[in-house]
T-cell receptor
């Protein structure tokens, strides 16, 4: 079966750094996405990785290891507006996205 | 219209009724998708369309149907609603398939309650 695992909830402090992990087991792999979803809103795109390594985009970075079936999203200089759910999704062999349940990130002052 | 819109925003529906959720995009994207999102579960694909005139089944298609008569519109129909279809429904679109890293753009969602 296909499976994507993420922690259900994490808490971090404003100004700090947090790493959200994602492990996956899917039928094929054609890339991994991270999306942000604020409560009651639609998901919005953050990053895409298809090759091993780190992709940096401002305060957010995403890492991929295909051999380990592992990715993480790194958020630096946390702000209160970063309080949201972070969704990991993998494109499988049929080119459809398989989504994790999401990690709810709570930022405390 | 800017981006992707959905209607209605929310709906309470009696079991057994027919319901169509509307989705329209103005980005001229080829691909469109319908997802449902339930607490504690990831987004699950219901149906998709890679281009106007074609549709395909996703992970949870039973009880739902779609059509894609043109590029912009992708309605989702529940022929006879059941309480297990209570969920938040998101429509999304992308310029090409996700295999090339094309991000999906999501509509604001429709919150559906079936009693």
């Amino acid at each position: 079966g296909q499976n994507i695992d993420q922690p259900t909830e994490m808490t971090a402090t404003e100004g700090a750094i947090v790493q959200i992990n994602c492990t996956y087991q899917t039928s094929g792999f054609n890339g991994l996405f991270w999306y942000q979803q604020h409560a009651g809103e639609a998901p919005t795109f953050l990053s895409y990785n298809v090759l091993d390594g780190l992709e940096e985009k401002g305060r957010f970075s995403s890492f991929l290891s295909r051999s380990k079936g592992y990715s993480y999203l790194l958020l630096k200089e946390l702000q209160m507006k970063d309080s949201a759910s972070y969704l990991c999704a993998v494109t499988d062999s049929h080119y459809q996205l398989i989504w994790g349940a999401g990690t709810k990130l709570i930022i405390k002052p | 219209i800017a981006g992707i819109t959905q209607a209605p925003t929310s709906q309470i529906l009696a079991a057994g009724r027919r319901m169509t959720l509307r989705c329209t995009q103005d980005m001229r994207h080829n691909a469109m998708y319908w997802y449902r999102q339930d607490l504690g579960l990831g987004l699950r694909l219901i149906h998709y369309s890679n281009t106007a005139g074609t549709t395909g089944k996703g992970e949870v298609p039973d009880g739902y149907s779609v059509s894609r008569a043109n590029t912009d519109d992708f309605p989702l129909t529940l022929a006879s609603a059941v309480p297990s279809q209570t969920s938040v429904y998101f429509c999304a679109s992308s310029d090409g398939g996700t295999g090339n890293g094309n991000e999906q753009f999501f509509g604001p969602g429709t919150r559906l309650t079936v009693l």
